[in-house]
Nanobody, 116 residues
Framework: QVQLVESGGGLVQAGGSLRLSCAAS????????MSWYRQAPGKQRELVAT???????DYADSVKGRFTISRDWGKNTVFLQMNSLKPEDTAVYFC??????????WGQGTQVTVSS
């Protein structure tokens, strides 16, 4: 059974920082690319950042230069360092494999709220 547990969200003022963590269990981690996604109220879930097995990373244009994704292979954990946060970053953040769909297992996510 795949299990994903996200943590680290909270309320922060604009310009602040948060570090999200995602603990993955089961066979999901392996060498698969892992991603962070977010879903704001009334909007579809969007891909935010991805880290590939090679170490290469990719980011949505809206977070480039502000967010950094990383992973700890030994601990099956993926991180998202978020700096210079903006109110438009407010959303529930999820981690999962790259290109995950609604048919994949999802965790509960962690709420990030950025006040102006």
């Amino acid at each position: 059974q795949v299990q994903l547990v996200e943590s680290g969200g909270g309320l922060v003022q604009a310009g602040g920082s948060l570090r999200l963590s995602c603990a993955a269990s089961g066979s999901i981690f392996g060498i698969k690319p892992m991603s962070w996604y977010r879903q704001a109220p009334g909007k579809q879930r969007e891909l935010v950042a991805t880290v590939f097995s090679s170490g290469r990373t990719d980011y949505a244009d809206s977070v480039k230069g502000r967010f950094t994704i990383s992973r700890d292979w030994g601990k099956n954990t993926v991180f998202l360092q978020m700096n210079s946060l903006k109110p438009e970053d407010t959303a529930v953040y999820f981690c999962n494999v790259y290109r995950a769909t609604a048919y994949d297992s999802w965790g509960q996510g962690t709420q990030v709220t950025v006040s102006s």
